[in-house]
């Protein structure tokens, strides 16, 4: 545990014994008011170029508003929690994308309306105060908010007690000051940290732009990393937890969205394909407030349920020449022959008259959705078209992610990550290969020398090499050898790959929209360094001597070297980039495995001795974004809501019907608790403490300060949580397969199982349900029985919550008239074409009936359904 810096200042306290392990203490409710301390966070937000400071921020309530200066800096007093706007800024849409909001602004009020983006600094996440000083720096587009607030000490704050970092556990009267298991009657003590500056919960939310998985980082409203300690654990002991982990509430997009869309109908969120069978289609449109949902799909026009993270890995494999099959039971790697790689290519990649040919739409797709280049056709009508014009398909955006192009070598090269293999073939030394490829030694080798020069003659080494490898006799090799280069000459032969395979001829260069992670370094740099080498190559061929061709070539090999060889998995530098091959490892080690999740939380651990052994107990502002998306669902079943948007703005505000919701959907909920190598499942007790808490002996046995809780949402996962015995025991992790084995480097097993035609069983638990396969099916019967239990708490929730009766024929507002309200122009005359003149006559019809109407459908159900519970009615009043 690391020291902590005490953050109050240090006082005496009395002590008394307590019965709790000595990492908790109890503190007195006199003592803890003296530990009440005040605190400031600066920001600061700069207006560049063409930003501009401003109290009129597009797209954004005249109340979000009201505490603006005419600066548009918040005015001191004003009260601040996350989301705040603290200085309103509006920045120029420069030519890129629109968002679906910015063009729905744009078609109302016209081309100007959406030109500004809102770029406005806002309270980030725990932030909760009040504005208590404004500033504007020398320079006028520079502004500064600072927000103030006082903390009480609270239960989960960190005391250090005679240097000893200790958690309150709870706040009472005592006959000391504390109450504390450390053998003192004496202590000094000083606040060290606040249970609220941990506090962090996700439903759903931001998603990284290039991986698709969640943000990390509390700023970033991001979720929980996991960790490998628990990978193996879940994989066996609850593998429907860790396969919904590692697909819906991560990385595979559509996925995610239909799982959502599945809790707010409170239906179970089983998305999962069936084993060995491809993932059923989604359904046509509902007439329900899901409606906007779109049904996501693979470019093929099936499903598209696995993880990002599996797209991402087959793309970067292919971008190294290897092609990874997932289609079979059983995955295996194959190298690409250069006519393959031209074949699965959109085009070849070049850099004339200065144009990047990197990013040309005509290879990689358009920049912009359903439209060219050019801009002469638009709009998905033309989709599929090919424009005349500029020679670009009109076709989404997202192929970008998908589409490779190609370069073609002037001369071929050695592929980096088979020069070992190479060399073994040809009988040399490393050393001896390195002067082959820079052109400075004659290679000769059994059977004579494959090529010759005069004396002193510098020749280019890749074209030596290609053509030596081309006169192997495989077959013979294979016969007349033993050892590793028989073994791999048989390896060649049965695959059907000649020795040149080995060799690179045509490079594939990686879509755009995949090399956009900064993360990894400036892969464009490396590719331009490879076309530039690439057209030296090419022109030393045609007038200048050898000697000039022999230095292009081992130029290109420096770059090669630098964009496939380097495998060590490192942050990246302007000097020193991330290879693609460093990119698989990271991607297959870190991407793939301890991904970010949705509905996961962390938050400090503390001890309650009133808790049940299955039983802990979860903050109330953790509980409202965890259970978000149930309590929306419950929302509108209840009638207090018609719209995503309303249930939302209800929770938002703590309104009191929304808060109790909350409390019924997750009270005894299933939830996971992970802390350390630690895994334990409770049932969930709300509360207002900033910390969650478990009895006593599950308190000493996970032993840490902080716990990280996820939420399993498939009926699946939560009856194999339920399930799960105490601190599951470790597995021993199945390396049995080249994925297995490369589960912390990827490319020597990638290597190997290329050049051998090694298939992958997927006996290693965790690849599997990594790369998207669901585990083996539940009893169906003990599903159902969970799902049976599931439908009586929601319909004993259901119960307590819905609004008392009205009686219709004393309501008040039933005898007003319906053209008094402020309805749409389609729903009105919907219902004045229906004869239905009263709120009375509304009421007494049901969902169903409204539906059968003429010209009335979703969305004008939906707009009735919310004046109606804006006024305290609904629909089907009278039965």
């Not at 504007?136 to 239960?155: C, F, H, K, T, Y």
């Not at 298991?181 to 990284?208: F, Q």
């Not at 749409?824 to 009936?849: H, Q």
């Amino acid at each position: 545990m690391s020291e902590l810096a005490p953050i109050s200042a240090v006082l005496t306290a009395r002590v008394e014994p307590c019965p709790l392990a000595p990492r908790f203490v109890v503190v007195d409710a006199g003592f803890a008011g003296r530990l009440r301390t005040e605190h400031t966070q600066r920001f600061e937000v700069t207006a560049e170029r063409d930003e501009q400071l401003t109290p009129d921020v597009p797209n954004v309530g005249e109340d979000a508003l009201a505490h603006l200066d005419d600066d548009g800096v918040a005015r001191v007093g004003t009260a601040v929690a996350p989301g705040t706007i603290l200085a309103g800024k509006v920045t120029p849409i420069a030519g890129g994308p629109l968002s679906s909001e910015e063009k729905l602004l744009r078609a109302i009020f016209g081309q100007q309306a959406g030109e500004l983006r809102d770029t406005s600094l806002r309270a980030p996440p725990g932030c909760f105060g009040v504005v208590a000083r404004t500033w504007i720096g020398d320079d006028p587009a520079l502004s500064g908010v600072e927000v103030a607030w006082e903390r009480p000490l609270e239960v989960g704050d960190v005391l250090l007690v005679d240097g000893q970092p200790v958690m309150v556990a709870a706040i009472r009267e005592l006959g000391a000051d504390l109450a504390w298991s450390g053998g003192v009657t004496e202590a000094s003590v000083a606040k060290a940290a606040m249970a609220r500056d941990v506090l962090h919960a996700r439903s759903i939310g931001p998603y990284d732009p290039t991986t698709q998985q969640p943000a990390i980082g509390r700023e970033r409203f991001g979720g929980q990393p996991l960790e490998r300690d628990h990978l193996d654990r879940l994989a066996v002991h609850a593998p429907w937890a860790l396969w919904e982990m590692l697909t819906i509430k991560s990385d595979s997009v559509s996925g995610r969205t239909r799982a959502y869309e599945s809790i707010v109908k409170q239906e179970n969120p089983d998305v999962a394909p069936t084993r060995g069978e491809p993932a059923p289609a989604g359904g046509g449109a509902t007439r329900d407030i899901f409606s906007f949902f779109d049904r996501p799909q693979s470019v093929l026009g099936e499903p598209a349920l696995e993880p990002e993270a599996v797209t991402l890995l087959v793309a970067h494999l292919r971008g190294l020449g290897l092609e990874l099959d997932l289609r079979a039971a059983e995955v295996g790697l194959s190298i690409l022959a250069p006519g393959e790689l031209v074949e699965r290519s959109h085009g070849e990649v070049r850099v004339p008259d200065g144009v990047d040919g990197l990013g040309c739409p005509k290879i990689f797709g358009p920049t912009k959705d359903y439209e060219c280049a050019c801009g002469q056709y638009r709009r998905m009508k033309h989709r599929g078209v090919v424009c005349e014009t500029c020679g670009v398909e009109v076709v989404s955006s997202r192929v970008r992610r998908e589409r490779f192009g190609h370069v073609k070598l002037a001369a071929p090269c050695l592929h980096p990550l088979f020069a070992g293999d190479v060399a073994a073939l040809l009988g040399l030394d490393a050393e001896e290969l390195c002067e082959v490829v820079a052109g400075r030694r004659v290679l000769e080798f059994a059977g004579g020398a494959a090529w010759r020069s005069e004396p002193g003659e510098s020749v280019a080494g890749g074209q030596a090499l290609w053509d030596a490898l081309a006169q192997l006799d495989l077959d013979a090799i294979e016969a007349g050898e033993s050892g590793p280069r028989a073994e791999l000459a048989s390896s060649l032969a049965r695959l059907g790959r000649p020795a040149t395979a080995l060799m690179l001829a045509v490079v594939p260069v990686l879509p755009p929209d995949l090399r956009l992670d900064h993360e990894y370094g400036d892969l464009d740099r490396l590719y331009r360094d490879l076309l530039d080498c690439n057209a030296r190559v090419a022109r030393a061929g045609e007038t200048d001597p050898p000697i000039g061709l022999a230095r292009a070539q081992e130029q290109l090999q420096h770059a090669l070297d630098r964009l496939l060889l380097d495998g060590r998995p490192r942050r990246s530098t302007a000097d020193a980039p991330l290879s693609i091959a460093g990119r698989v490892d990271r991607l297959f080690a870190d991407r793939l495995f301890t991904k970010p999740v949705d509905f996961s939380g962390v938050a400090h651990l503390v001890v309650d001795p009133s808790l049940a052994p299955d039983e802990c107990r979860v903050p109330q502002a953790m509980l409202r974004e965890l259970f978000r998306p149930h309590a929306y669902g419950m929302l509108e079943a209840l009638g207090f809501v018609a719209t995503i948007k309303s249930a939302r703005h209800m929770l938002d505000t703590h309104q009191p019907e929304a808060l109790a919701v909350v409390e019924a959907v997750s009270d005894g909920a299933p939830v996971l608790l992970m802390a350390g190598p630690a895994i334990v499942t409770r049932r969930v007790r709300g509360w207002d403490a900033a910390c969650v808490a478990v009895d006593p002996t599950t308190a000493e046995r996970m032993a840490s300060r902080v716990v990280a809780l996820h939420v399993p949402l498939m009926h699946q996962a939560a009856l194999q949580c339920e399930r799960l015995a105490d601190f599951p025991a470790a597995e021993q992790p199945r390396a049995r397969g080249w994925l297995g084995r490369g589960r912390r480097s990827l490319i020597a097993a990638a290597r190997r199982a290329a050049l051998h035609g090694e298939r992958d069983r997927l006996d290693d638990p965790v690849v599997r349900l990594a790369l998207g396969r669901p585990p083996e099916s539940i009893d169906a019967a003990a599903l159902e029985r969970r799902a049976e239990r599931e439908r009586e708490r929601r319909e004993q929730a259901w119960e307590r919550l819905k609004p008392p009766p009205v009686d219709p024929a004393s309501h008040p507002l039933l005898d007003r008239r319906i053209d008094e309200l402020e309805l749409s122009v389609a729903t009105a005359r919907a219902l004045d074409r229906a004869g239905l003149r009263t709120l009375g006559e509304l009421c007494r019809r049901t969902e169903a009936e409204l539906l059968e109407m003429q010209g009335f459908g979703g969305k004008q159900l939906a707009e009735v359904k919310q004046i109606l519970a804006d006024l305290g009615l609904s629909l089907g009043m009278h039965g």
